[in-house]
């Protein structure tokens, strides 16, 4: 697992109270909204926020209305997508 991806575990765990066992490889994929995380919308929110203040990284309008935080690997790839464009 990347740097990236154990920090957002990290966040999922501390601050969005996920369990361990939730935190696997085959729920990557899985959408936050629905089974297992359930996160509803001022989850999602807080989600937000929480990994933009963890990474010093704004995540534009367009990353959330084109659904591209809406799993773990997805929200992985936003975050390092903008962490790249933040070193150029």
Same mark, same amino acid.
């Given at each position: 697992?990347?740097?990236?991806?154990?920090?957002?575990?990290?966040?999922?765990?501390?601050?969005?109270?996920?369990?361990?066992?939730?935190?696997?490889?085959?729920?990557?994929?899985?959408?936050?909204?629905?089974?297992?995380?359930?996160?509803?919308?001022?989850?999602?929110?807080?989600? *937000? *926020?929480?990994?933009?203040?963890?990474?010093?990284?704004?995540?534009?309008?367009? !990353? *959330?209305?084109?659904?591209?935080?809406?799993?773990?690997?997805?929200?992985? !790839?936003?975050?390092?997508?903008? *962490?790249?464009?933040?070193?150029?």
């Amino acid at each position: 697992m990347d740097k990236t991806a154990e920090i957002v575990f990290e966040i999922m765990r501390e601050r969005m109270h996920c369990k361990e066992q939730l935190l696997t490889e085959e729920n990557r994929k899985r959408p936050l909204t629905g089974r297992p995380f359930y996160f509803s919308a001022v989850d999602m929110m807080y989600f *937000l *926020l929480e990994t933009e203040k963890r990474f010093g990284i704004y995540l534009e309008e367009e !990353a *959330l209305a084109d659904y591209r935080f809406s799993t773990i690997d997805q929200v992985v !790839a936003e975050v390092n997508e903008r *962490l790249c464009e933040s070193v150029r």
